[in-house]
């Protein structure tokens, strides 16, 4: 599967990102209308607050999904839904919301460090996450600012972080988790690349089913030293392993995403045989 170095704003909405705006909104609905009755303290009961984390552990998740104002979840949706489509494509769908959930615990994680007294809430690590995605993937493709000015995905996204940065280490407090937003980048990052390493590149099919060590019984008790097992590769084993050269060289210059549910149900095969032996 080929990937083109720009790429166009005209994707359908995929499973997940529909999921994940379908229920932003519902959240935040459903608190806004709480509050109308008098139930405001639920949405403290989602917000993350670090210092208060054993207390109300769920917050490390349900923080993604709580927004502070319209506008906040009006950006961080606007952004799920320009970016999120291609990224959910070229990664899958399965690795798709595991890689947005990474980077929300990211950002929850360096909170952890310098916001340890502080409410967060916000879809805006997660989301930062998917802008890095994209970032990575099409570095070049042009992104209009206000519809007029064309920048190229990876100096917006870089802007935005370098913002993040400035914004977070200056004094006093703007009510913005810039540090959320900085480790959801950071973990975006470091996540893209170990699985940019794919299933250790460096380790050939052959290397994981090489002939094992065994000790042969010598006469009086005793016994000779280790030597390798003899036996011959049936065909269809070197048919697999060849297979799975080709696997491990498109995942380490494509990514896991480029698979085709065959080659995926290939590798899936190979691990399994991998772990009975």
């Not at 399965?94 to 929300?104: D, L, P, Q």
């Not at 900085?182 to 390493?197: D, E, N, R, V």
């Not at 036996?231 to 060289?249: A, I, K, T």
Request: charged content about 20%; hydrophobic content about 50%; proline content about 6%.
């Amino acid at each position: 599967m080929a990937y083109r170095d720009t790429i166009s704003f005209g994707y359908p909405l995929t499973p997940w990102v529909k999921r994940l705006l379908i229920t932003n909104v519902a959240v935040f609905l459903g608190l806004w209308l709480a509050g109308m009755l008098g139930l405001g303290g639920i949405g403290d009961l989602l917000t993350l607050v670090p210092r208060a984390v054993l207390l109300r552990p769920w917050t490390i998740v349900t923080y993604m999904f709580v927004h502070a104002g319209f506008w906040h979840i009006f950006f961080n949706m606007l952004a799920l839904f320009f970016f999120g489509p291609p990224v959910e494509e070229r990664l899958g769908s399965r690795e798709f919301i595991k890689y947005y959930m990474v980077c929300g615990l990211g950002g929850a994680a360096l909170s952890f460090a310098f916001a340890w007294n502080t409410g967060v809430v916000g879809a805006s690590a997660a989301v930062y996450g998917i802008m890095l995605a994209f970032a990575v993937y099409w570095p070049d493709s042009p992104i209009y600012i206000w519809g007029i000015l064309p920048v190229k995905a990876k100096w917006l996204v870089l802007a935005f972080v370098a913002l993040d940065l400035f914004s977070a280490l200056r004094p006093g407090l703007d009510g913005v988790a810039h540090f959320a937003h900085l480790g959801g980048a950071a973990a975006g990052f470091l996540y893209l690349k170990a699985g940019g390493l794919g299933l250790a590149v460096s380790t050939r099919a052959r290397k994981l089913f090489r002939p094992r060590l065994t000790v042969i019984p010598g006469s009086g008790g005793g016994a000779t030293p280790p030597r390798p097992e003899r036996r011959v590769r049936r065909p269809d084993e070197e048919r697999l392993l060849d297979d799975l050269d080709r696997v491990l060289d498109k995942i380490s210059h494509s990514g896991m995403g480029s698979l085709t549910p065959e080659e995926r149900k290939l590798l899936d095969e190979a691990s399994r045989k991998y772990r009975q032996n």
